[in-house]
């Protein structure tokens, strides 16, 4: 059984349920983000870097809850970054360099919606990255999350994760929504005839990945109201964590 095949993905939350838990967690991380960035009475001096990293299926609800991870917070003391496919001049350095100037400072909190890990994902499948490309970045990979560690960073990777019969019951609701069908693409419906193969990465960069210094947060998804609470309440428990391992003291 593989670490995907083990989640529960019958859980989730009633709509009261999902508004009570989510409306305190977020209290909770702004009251974190202000302490952190030294905004916060009593807080003169700033805590450390946090970066979030947001992976997961297409459709699976990254953006639903990226935004209520950073809704609460003020603009000023959160940077959101995207990424899709390299441009010809980031092809020109090496895979990590774009993503170099975006990391926060001491203080600092950037979201990632995708990241890195597209090397050993959609490169890797798409043969975007040649074999011995992509079977380094993993230690690569590892090496700069730790260094950003031993520099003080806290890093929370999520992988949301939802069922191919739930992930196809959104395609078609999305591609019968004129609000929505921007979202899909010609390339998440090839992407999904490959599914046995992302599966596949999936499992190796989790295997691969997974250290004590960037562990990653499996999301179970199927229910978009539990995956957007759990996202929220993970941040807040690493951050916590975190800081009480750097002798940042937190309100």
Not at 124 to 141: L, P
């Amino acid at each position: 059984m593989t670490r995907l095949d083990e989640l529960d993905l019958s859980l989730s939350l009633s709509k009261d349920e999902e508004r009570e838990r989510l409306e305190a967690a977020q209290k909770r991380l702004l009251e974190l983000r202000l302490a952190l960035g030294g905004k916060l009475p009593g807080y003169e001096g700033i805590g450390p870097p946090v970066s979030v990293v947001f992976e997961g299926w297409d459709a699976s609800g990254k953006g639903g809850a990226l935004k209520r991870l950073v809704e609460r917070l003020d603009p000023r003391h959160v940077r959101v970054a995207q990424f899709g496919a390299p441009t010809d001049d980031e092809k020109r350095h090496h895979f990590l360099w774009r993503f170099w100037p975006v990391l926060p400072g001491w203080g600092g909190m950037t979201v990632f919606d995708r990241s890195w890990y597209g090397r050993v994902l959609v490169e890797r499948v798409e043969g975007f990255a040649t074999t011995d490309e992509w079977s380094r970045a993993y230690a690569e990979i590892v090496d700069v999350e730790r260094s950003l560690w031993s520099e003080g960073m806290i890093m929370v990777k999520f992988w949301l994760h939802i069922s191919d019969e739930e992930q196809l019951k959104r395609f078609q609701e999305r591609d019968g929504n004129p609000l929505k069908n921007w979202k899909l693409t010609p390339d998440d419906w090839r992407n999904r005839e490959k599914r046995p193969q992302y599966a596949e990465a999936v499992e190796d960069m989790l295997a691969r990945t997974d250290h004590a210094a960037a562990r990653w947060q499996l999301v179970e998804a199927e229910s978009k109201r539990f995956a957007r609470v759990k996202v929220v309440e993970t941040v807040i428990a690493e951050i916590e964590r975190g800081c009480r391992e750097r002798g940042f003291s937190l309100p």
